[in-house]
Antibody
Framework: QVQLVQSGAEVKNPGASVKVSCKAS????????IHWVRQAPGQGLEWMGY????????DYAQKFQGSVTITRDTSISTAYMDLSRVRSDDTAIYYC?????????????WGRGTLVIVSS | SYELTQPPSVSVSPGQTANITCSGD??????VSWYQHRPGQSPVLVMF???RRPSGIPERFSGSNSGNTATLTISATQALDEADYYC?????????FGGGTKLTVL
């Protein structure tokens, strides 16, 4: 079954780091880029960045440069999103999504999301 | 940076046609995708490459993109179509989402 399985909910204190995982199954992990998108309460979808699982190359939205690190472990077909120095406004559902690329590029497969709550 | 603008909300009666717009500078020169997002669920791709439906998406969903505006059209709208809809395009290698439109079927 083709799917992305994300890690469970997290509760963090302000200033801590949080690492969310996204395990791919049912397809060749290195064939598709993985992107991270979040949705804060009452807000829309916000793109954070991506990783090329084959090369490990990454790119981040300007807003998240310096605070987000996306990595991968090809041996277990898993991508990770590490958010450092979290604040209350980082409370959100974090999604990983697979990028399908042909003539156009679009997200054809999404994880179920990981709720991250930042609260003291 | 590139921006996509959507109306915050659209209301439609069951069986009628809903049009959700997405505006951006020279948007017609880009490919637009649309995602349906129901509360508590993951986003679902409902349209890609402006007007192509993924398998499993009803023919009631159609799309267009020209000039500065892309439109997602839902014909014969049903209660289960009630959700948030997001347009998405690319600004070079960066992903851009519209602010989302809440579709209410009443």
């Amino acid at each position: 079954q083709v799917q992305l399985v994300q890690s469970g909910a997290e509760v963090k204190n302000p200033g801590a780091s949080v690492k969310v995982s996204c395990k791919a199954s049912g397809y060749t992990f290195t064939d598709y880029y993985i992107h991270w998108v979040r949705q804060a309460p009452g807000q829309g979808l916000e793109w954070m960045g991506y990783i090329n699982p084959d090369s490990g190359g990454t790119d981040y939205a300007q807003k998240f440069q310096g605070s987000v690190t996306i990595t991968r472990d090809t041996s277990i077909s898993t991508a990770y999103m590490d958010l450092s120095r979290v604040r209350s406004d980082d409370t959100a559902i974090y999604y990983c999504a697979r990028l399908f690329e042909t003539q156009s590029r679009y997200f054809d497969l999404w994880g179920r999301g990981t709720l991250v709550i930042v609260s003291s | 940076s590139y921006e996509l603008t959507q109306p915050p909300s659209v209301s439609v009666s069951p069986g009628q046609t809903a049009n959700i717009t997405c505006s951006g500078d020279q948007l017609g020169d880009k490919y637009v995708s649309w995602y349906q997002h129901r509360p508590g669920q993951s986003p679902v791709l409902v349209m890609f490459q402006d007007n192509r439906r993924p398998s499993g998406i009803p023919e009631r969903f159609s799309g267009s993109n020209s000039g500065n505006t892309a439109t997602l059209t839902i014909s014969a709208t049903q209660a289960l179509d009630e959700a948030d809809y997001y347009c998405q395009a690319w600004d070079s290698s960066a992903v851009v989402f519209g602010g989302g439109t809440k579709l209410t079927v009443l």
